[in-house]
Every structure is written in C-alpha cells, then in structure tokens.
C-alpha cells in the first residue's frame, strides 16, 4: 500500500502543569464566581437596560441563593478575604505565565500530517510533542470533501483555561459533518495559504467561518435591501468623507453605543474588577444575613440594618485604596482599547489602516481582491490581497462593522475602476 504525504501542519499543544490537581480547588472556585458573574451581567443587559425576561427565572433563585452562600463565607473569613484575594492572584498570575512560556516554545507544537494512500484515500496522522510515533485521527475519501474552513479561535491553555492567544486554524469540512483541525496560524494570511493549498488539492471552496459578505470565501451574504435596512437604522456609528483624490471611512462614538460599551467594557475588564468590588459588599451582605440566621435561632432579638450608603462606601484603609486605583486603571485602560477610532484611508494607489493617529497596515488597492465582516466575539474586517492581509478588528458592535465594510466595498469599486496603468507594474506612492 503506497502512502504520500500531500500536507504537512501543525496546532498547539498545551499540557497540563504538575500542580494542576494542586490548585483544582482554586479553578473551580472561579469558574463557580466568574459563572455567577457572567449571569448578573446577563441578567444586568437583559431585564435592567433591555427589558428582555430571562427564560427561566429559576436560575436568577439559583444564582441569588449561590450569592448569599458566598456571602455568609465572605463574612465569616471576612479577616482573611483580602489574603486570599491578593494569593489568588499570585497562583493566577503565574499560572498564566507558566502556560503562556509553554505557549512560546516551539516543542509545544503537534504535528499534523495528510497521507494519500491509493488515489482516493485520505488519512491524517498527529505525533505530539518529543515523539516520533504517529496516530491515526481520521479517515475520508476525496469525495467526502465539503470544503476548507478558516476559523479564528481563543486558545486556552493553563490549569484556569486563560487566553493566551488568538490563533487562525485551517479545517476539513466533509459531508457528514465531521471536520479535523489541520493547521493552526497567528495570522490570517498564513491559514489562506494555507487553505488555498488544500482546497486546490481536494478541488474545494474556501469558507472563513461567521463571515458575511458579497464575494467569495464568505458563509453568509449580505444583501442590498439588508444594507438598505441597516443603514438607516444604524449609520451613525461610521462615517464617509470622499473628495477627487481620496475616501476616508471612520469609526464615530455615539452615545447609543453607551450601553454596549459599557457591557463590552465590563465583559473585559470584568471579572477581577468584580471580585475585588463586590468583596466588601458581600461581606456587609452577609452580616446581614448572619444576623438574620442568628435572630431566627433565637440567638439575638435585633436585626441591624445599616445606611445603604455605607454599603457603597468602602472603608478608606491603604489596601482599599490601592484596589480601588487597581480597578479604576484596569477601567480606564480597557476603556480606551474600545473607544479607540478605526480609519481607512483609500486612493488609487493604496488603502491605508489607521488606528487614531498610527497606522497600522497598508496594501496596494489594484491588489486588493475581497473584503468580507467575520462575527468573531468582536465583529472584524479582512481585507484580501494577492499576498496580504488586512485585518481590522475589534468593532463593538456587527451593525457597525457591517456598515463599514458596506462603505469599503463601494469605495474599492470606485477606485479599482480608474486604476493607473504603468509598464513597470509599479504604482507611485501617492502625496498625502
């Protein structure tokens, strides 16, 4: 049986850390919060600002009666629960370094291999790490082949399961649904090589996966009267300049987009900010309910409730304050990572990214082949060349990144139509 190699690739491979049982205690301790944090703030965007219900209001039972548990906890180590905090994020912290130094080094990686047996058959083998044995993962004809995926993931590694980056993975898509991760890039010109080599060799389309748009590699298309929609319900958020020489397409802040910044804002910085806000807090809640407990035994005859104002108010000791300058850093640093405004620049000549005032990434626009919307946890746009890439990313919301690639596309139409023609097949740099 003959068997040639047709590809060779390779994904990350994290293994666990010897003191991953150790800590396990600690991991599901912030899974427990962080699973009761994503909830309120669930709960917080969907009945207070939207007015949505929740579908099963048992959960809010649930999540109020874990709450108040952790409450009476709090209150009872109430001594120590700025220890633990300030170790927890020791054990954290390096947890994430360990996983992330893993991350780096080039032994982390499995390699992936496509074998060709008999014309027809297809198998791929992995070999893990400092092996040289390889294992069987998967088996498919050529015409089981649907098409070839790209799809940009979180990749999560150390025993708390962090991001530790964004990776672009290559994958076989059949028939029957079943699909096997065959690459994995940083970039998402690498994964389109990538890609562009399978999908010629099992004669198969390229789809990048949540993508919308008019053109090729796209899953799902967006279509005029959509546009048409959206653009009169929601073309505040970009605007467009043009004048004889050049289109300039732009990011706005509205005060719309308040909310939504703010759920992104908290979704980011979150967490952390969370346990060390709500740790005083849960701390005076669950005094009160101690006090409640002690009354209902028989124990004490008044329940003492204190100036909702003091709950807010947090006691002015040093460590309070350095948490206090802590959150308001993290806020404020986040803040601005989201607030930042998104522009391109488009002539002739070239189409130029900038972020505020630094540009980030330009590429010739007779180059330029497609552009498409990707819905990944924050909406972007790739910008398809000959040999590059652009990616914008990070759009709060997908309306606004639909609306800015809407306003692109028109704009490299317009441009592509009165390219210059050279014989050298340079183009000039243009004067700004």
Not at 127 to 153: C, D, G, H, W
């Amino acid at each position: 049986m003959s068997k040639k190699l047709i590809f060779q690739g390779t994904t990350t491979y994290v293994s666990e850390h010897w003191y991953a049982k150790v800590i396990f205690p600690l991991v599901e301790v912030k899974k427990l919060l962080q699973t009761i944090y994503e909830f309120l703030l669930h709960l917080i965007w969907s009945e207070l600002i939207y007015g949505k219900k929740l579908d099963n209001e048992l959960d809010s039972l649930v999540a109020f009666f874990i709450f108040c548990l952790l409450s009476l906890l709090g209150y009872y180590f109430r001594d120590y629960v700025q220890i633990i905090i300030i170790v927890f994020f020791i054990i954290w912290y390096l947890d994430c370094w360990f996983a992330k130094h893993q991350y780096f080094q080039k032994n982390s990686k499995i390699d992936i291999y496509l074998y060709e047996i008999d014309k027809n058959k297809i198998i791929g083998c992995l070999s893990l790490p400092k092996t040289t044995t390889q294992s069987v993962f998967a088996s498919f004809s050529l015409e089981e082949v649907n098409y070839i995926s790209i799809i940009k993931l979180p990749l999560l590694g150390g025993t708390f399961q962090e991001i530790l980056d964004e990776v672009w993975q290559t994958e076989i898509y059949l028939y029957n649904g079943k699909h096997f991760v065959v690459d994995e890039n940083l970039f998402p010109h690498e994964s389109l090589v990538t890609a562009k080599k399978l999908a010629n060799y099992f004669k198969a389309d390229i789809i990048f996966a949540h993508s919308q748009g008019k053109h090729s590699y796209v899953e799902q298309e967006l279509n005029p009267i959509f546009l048409s929609h959206l653009f009169n319900q929601n073309s505040g958020g970009v605007r467009y300049q043009k004048n004889s020489r050049k289109i300039h397409i732009y990011t706005q802040w509205q005060w719309s987009n308040s909310w939504n910044f703010l759920k992104r804002l908290f979704e980011k910085a979150g967490f952390f900010v969370f346990i060390i806000i709500m740790s005083g807090f849960m701390i005076k809640w669950g005094g009160l309910l101690n006090n409640i407990i002690l009354v209902i035994r028989g124990k004490d005859d008044i329940i003492y409730l204190s100036s909702p104002l003091q709950w807010l108010i947090p006691n002015w000791h040093w460590r309070n304050i350095l948490e206090f300058v802590v959150v308001l850093g993290v806020f404020i640093y986040q803040g601005w990572q989201l607030s930042r405004v998104k522009h391109i620049y488009i002539t002739k000549y070239y189409l130029k990214f900038f972020i505020d005032n630094k540009m980030i990434n330009k590429i010739k626009t007779s180059d330029i082949k497609i552009s498409f919307v990707i819905n990944n946890s924050y909406p972007e746009i790739l910008i398809i060349g000959e040999n590059k890439v652009v990616n914008i990313t990070k759009f709060q919301q997908e309306n606004i990144a639909q609306i800015f690639w809407s306003y692109l596309d028109e704009a490299l139409k317009t441009f592509q139509q009165q390219q210059p023609k050279r014989l050298d097949n340079q183009v000039p740099e243009e004067k700004d």
